[in-house]
């Protein structure tokens, strides 16, 4: 497969600084990202429930996926990610998890 960079953050609530740090991390993964680089991925405690508000930064960004759905919940994450589905993000009501594995769409 090649190198794999892996972030491990714990990131603020929605409203004490998450998007403005989830950014940066972003930002700093896309720094280091390069031809030699296979999957980026962020893991961690996003503090963000699935769905809710910060859910959709990540989502509307586009830059990442959320694997656990990739695997476990197939039918929600593509219409999530790949059909982009109006208000797919309701289909997570009964999701209350805040950490995560992202991986950088389309790698892996």
Same mark, same amino acid.
């Given at each position: 497969?090649?190198?794999? *960079?892996?972030?491990?953050? @714990?990131?603020?609530?929605?409203?004490?600084?998450?998007?403005?740090?989830?950014?940066? #991390?972003?930002?700093?993964?896309?720094? #280091?990202?390069?031809? !030699?680089?296979?999957?980026?991925?962020?893991?961690?405690?996003? *503090?963000?429930?699935? %769905?809710?508000?910060?859910?959709? @930064?990540?989502?509307? /960004?586009? !830059?990442?996926?959320?694997?656990? #759905?990739?695997?476990?919940?197939?039918?929600?994450? !593509?219409? $999530?990610? /790949?059909?982009?589905?109006? *208000?797919?993000?309701?289909? #997570? @009501? !009964?999701?209350?998890?805040?950490?995560? $594995?992202?991986?950088? /769409? %389309?790698?892996?």
């Amino acid at each position: 497969m090649g190198l794999i *960079n892996v972030f491990c953050a @714990h990131v603020s609530w929605w409203n004490d600084g998450f998007p403005e740090q989830f950014d940066a #991390l972003t930002k700093w993964a896309q720094q #280091l990202a390069g031809a !030699d680089v296979a999957a980026t991925l962020l893991c961690g405690d996003f *503090n963000i429930k699935a %769905g809710a508000e910060g859910y959709a @930064h990540v989502v509307q /960004r586009g !830059d990442y996926e959320d694997q656990y #759905l990739r695997i476990r919940r197939k039918e929600v994450f !593509d219409a $999530i990610f /790949r059909q982009q589905t109006e *208000n797919a993000l309701a289909r #997570l @009501h !009964d999701d209350h998890r805040i950490d995560y $594995i992202w991986l950088t /769409r %389309g790698q892996a």
